[in-house]
Nanobody
């Protein structure tokens, strides 16, 4: 099992920045890929970004490309999502997820990000 705990959410004005953190514990060595997803009010959960621990490869949704940076600290078993130039449409609950195989099978509880206009 892998436990994921997100932090860093909050209320920010449009144009501002936030850094979300996701601390992993448990069988962290089994997590090959970690990612961020979000669910906005009334919408389906959507992919935001991911990072492959071994290759360092990253991927971003078009909606955040150029404004988000995902990074990881292996020693701390922590993945970060730096979000800049935030927009009201970025308002959502952000979830951290870990994949031990081809699917994201571990999820955190989420952290709320609210961007005011």
């Amino acid at each position: 099992q892998v436990q994921l705990v997100e932090s860093g959410g909050g209320l920010v004005q449009a144009g501002g920045s936030l850094r979300l953190s996701c601390a992993a514990s448990g069988r962290t060595f089994s997590s090959k890929v970690m990612g961020w997803f979000r669910r906005a009010p009334g919408k389906e959960r959507e992919f935001v970004s991911l990072i492959n621990w071994s290759s360092g490869t990253t991927n971003y949704a078009d909606s955040v490309k150029g404004r988000a940076t995902i990074s990881g600290d292996n020693a701390k078993n922590t993945v970060y999502l730096q979000m800049n130039s935030l927009k009201p449409e970025d308002t959502a609950v952000y979830y951290c997820a870990a994949a031990s195989s081809s699917i994201f099978n571990y999820w955190g509880q989420g952290t709320q990000v609210t961007v005011s206009s």
